[in-house]
């Protein structure tokens, strides 16, 4: 793959600083709150938008796949969701870049949601969490609107059926849907359904689980040292062992070929 050098800039739909990550870009928020304002924004204004919250992992999915790394440079917000990526963001010279993380930035969202009346739908995850799910929003957020939960079938759905989902998120008025599928399928699926649906869609990864209380989420020690990776490694060794052993040694060769590469340009 032709890597691609990191140029500052300001993107037209998020107006925050960005660099390129082996070619993936990654925006830079001051922080959650910066999200949340901007996201809330665009729910309120009825337009569709999409935003990633990128791990290692999504960079690497883009890194080995043109159409995976149109996907992601398509999104309207890509935040940082791991440490790793928001110290790249730093080296590469964007220093007040912090981490903003799927499972802190899905409550804080469903907080200003609850506040502002904007409709919300949780489409992903299992029965049993969005069944847990659906509850916890409930009972913590008691004015959220949840207009839609829905598990899909682990399989690809028919074209009737995938008409059927698009048809009851917009009859349900979901403003903004949180999308729990998955990388690489989740940013997938909101790019194929972003002309369908006039709403803002996220995807969340993990934190449908996190909040349901299905799985556990690592220490903030852990997070902030960037070893999260590792917690959830030992936690799921049968799913993740492939993403996490392979992934990131090549991440972390590739990056550092990538900061080399442009300082040399620089001097």
């Known amino acids: ?3 691609v050098s990191s140029p500052a800039g300001v993107l037209p739909a998020a107006g925050m600083p960005f660099r390129h990550v082996l070619g993936m870009r990654v925006d ?3 922080g959650y709150a910066e999200a949340v304002d901007r996201i809330t924004e665009w729910s309120g204004a009825r337009v569709a938008r999409t935003i990633g919250v990128a791990t290692v992992n999504n960079v690497m999915e883009s890194y080995d796949d ?6 992601m440079n398509g999104c309207d917000m890509v935040t940082p969701d791991g440490m790793p990526l928001a110290w790249g963001l730093s080296i590469l010279g964007v220093p007040s870049a912090t981490r903003v993380c799927g499972p802190e930035l899905t409550p804080l969202l469903l907080s200003r949601a609850a506040e502002t009346g904007i409709p919300v739908g949780f489409y992903g995850g299992d029965p049993a969490t969005i069944e847990s799910l659906s509850r916890v929003a409930a009972a913590r957020w008691p004015s959220l ?4 939960a829905v598990s899909p079938p682990f399989r690809p759905l028919t074209d009737e059926e995938d008409d059927e989902v698009v048809a009851a998120i917009t009859a349900a008025g979901v403003r903004l849907l949180f999308v729990g599928l998955g990388c690489p399928k989740q940013e997938r699926w909101m790019a194929e359904h972003r002309e369908r649906l006039p709403i803002v869609t996220i995807g969340v990864g993990a934190a449908f689980d996190f909040l349901a209380g299905s799985k556990r989420q690592a220490p903030q020690v852990l997070q902030r040292v960037g070893l999260e990776w590792a917690f959830r490694l030992v936690s799921e060794p049968r799913r ?3 993403r996490y052993l392979r992934q990131n040694p090549r991440f972390l060769a590739l990056f550092a070929r990538q900061v080399v590469r442009e300082r040399r340009n620089r001097a």
Not at 66 to 71: C, E, G, K, N
Not at 145 to 148: E, F, G, L
């Open 66 to 71: 043109a159409a995976f790394r149109d996907v």
């Open 1 to 3: 793959m032709a890597e």
């Open 28 to 30: 830079a928020p001051s």
């Open 145 to 148: 609107q949840v207009a839609y």
């Open 240 to 242: 993740l062992w492939r």
